[in-house]
């Protein structure tokens, strides 16, 4: 009887299992930053970006560089390069004036250095719409002007693992964002 029962409860969990992922699937495929990519950074070209940006190091404190830099002008504006909800919102010592937004397939997308936040905590906000400006705060504060965008995956990529680089094992949390830029202004990327 107690086997039976528990047998029923690993069936029912393995279930719950499968239809939840396959919904988490669905919904990442819909909403899915592949299809609905924006360019974060108003009137950016691949000047702007360095194509070795990701994952650069030594990079200071952060040992590498897990995101990309895109130059611009103070006061450029910034927009949400997927839609998503607006999870954290505020000022850090090294991101400055920062926001991180939740899109649907669990990706979390960080937008650091901003001269001024124009959204709100925890608010949906659409791919292309406003949510601040570019600036140099943070430990950008002396340096040219950039937008730091990292996208950070909840769910964790183990095919991405290097251990070869710095904080090779980290690298599973993260997802090289320069390819989707290069994919929006149709640029071929050298090997
Ligand atoms: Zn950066």
Redesign the pocket.
């Known amino acids: 009887m107690n086997t039976l029962f528990k047998r029923k409860k690993i069936k029912v969990y393995l279930w719950v299992l499968t239809i939840s992922t396959a919904t988490l699937l669905t919904i990442g495929y819909v909403f899915g930053i592949e299809k609905n990519f924006v360019l974060p950074v108003d009137k950016m070209n691949t000047k702007s970006y360095n194509q070795k940006s990701f994952w650069f190091g030594p990079w200071g404190q952060s040992i590498v560089?897990k995101?990309v830099?895109i130059f611009g002008k103070i006061g450029t504006n910034i927009f949400s390069s997927t839609p998503g909800i607006v999870i954290i919102k505020g000022y850090n010592k090294i991101g400055g004036n920062a926001v991180m937004v939740l899109s649907p397939d669990l990706k979390v997308h960080y937008y650091a250095h901003l001269e001024s936040i124009n959204t709100t905590l925890f608010s949906t906000v659409s791919a292309g719409e406003k949510i601040g400006t570019l600036g140099d705060t943070g430990n950008a504060k002396g340096k040219p002007p950039h937008l730091?965008y990292g996208i950070h995956t909840l769910f964790p990529f183990i095919w991405n693992i290097d251990l070869s680089k710095r904080h090779g094992l980290r690298k599973m949390f993260y997802v090289d964002p320069i390819p989707y830029l290069n994919q929006k202004l149709n640029f071929k990327r050298k090997k």
């Open positions: 560089h995101g830099d730091h």
